[in-house]
């Protein structure tokens, strides 16, 4: 009696631990790799297919190399990967669709597109909430994956004293540099 209620159970954990795996090797890791330290981020592909491919075209053109987070908002968000440190906007390519409403939430952690008024307005810019936002998600601003490792990393950054640069607010008043962001399984 017991063994025929072991092997099941057996059989349903392992089922559900090779279906984890797979979930894990399909979804996107990426290192962002900044001055204050490296964060490292799971992008959701089955969810979010077109924001993870346009953020992936920019990690594998090495775009945001160079970059700074220029926007920083303690208890917020801190936002970059548009701007070099003498705040020039870097050449973006078309924006992309909203895919805000796809279950992700704005929580601490997650990593959503940065847009304008339009919808559908997102290209380059990013950013990655430093608390529960839920108060964008009816504004449909669409996330697209989260922090694994290196939120104390995101907390130093929204810790920098900010204030207007060059024309921006919430700037920080020294650079925060985005060195490179790379895919984790790629060197």
């Known amino acids: ?11 349903l954990a392992l089922a559900f631990g090779l279906v984890a795996a797979a979930a894990a090797q399909t979804n996107p890791v990426v290192v962002i790799k900044t001055s204050k330290g490296d964060i490292t981020v799971e992008l959701d592909a089955a969810r979010s297919p077109v924001s993870v491919k346009n953020f992936l ?21 801190i936002q970059g990967g548009g701007l070099t440190p003498d ?45 529960d936002n839920a108060s964008l998600d009816p504004l449909k601003y669409a996330v697209f994956g989260h922090v694994t490792q290196g939120m104390d990393v995101v907390d130093a950054i929204a810790a920098v004293p900010t204030g207007v640069v060059k024309g921006y607010e919430d700037a920080p008043r020294q650079p925060v540099l985005i060195q490179s962001i790379r895919r984790a399984d790629v060197k």
């Open 57 to 77: 075209s920019y990690v594998d053109e090495k775009f945001y190399d160079g970059t700074i987070f220029h926007r920083i908002i303690k208890g917020f968000m």
């Open 1 to 11: 009696m017991l063994r025929n209620l072991i092997f099941p159970a057996l059989s």
């Open 87 to 131: 705040y020039k906007e870097k050449k973006e390519k078309p924006p992309i669709k909203n895919e805000a409403g796809n279950g992700l939430r704005n929580v601490r952690g997650s990593i959503a597109m940065a847009r304008g008024e339009d919808l559908n307005s997102a290209t380059c810019q990013f950013y990655i909430n430093h608390a």
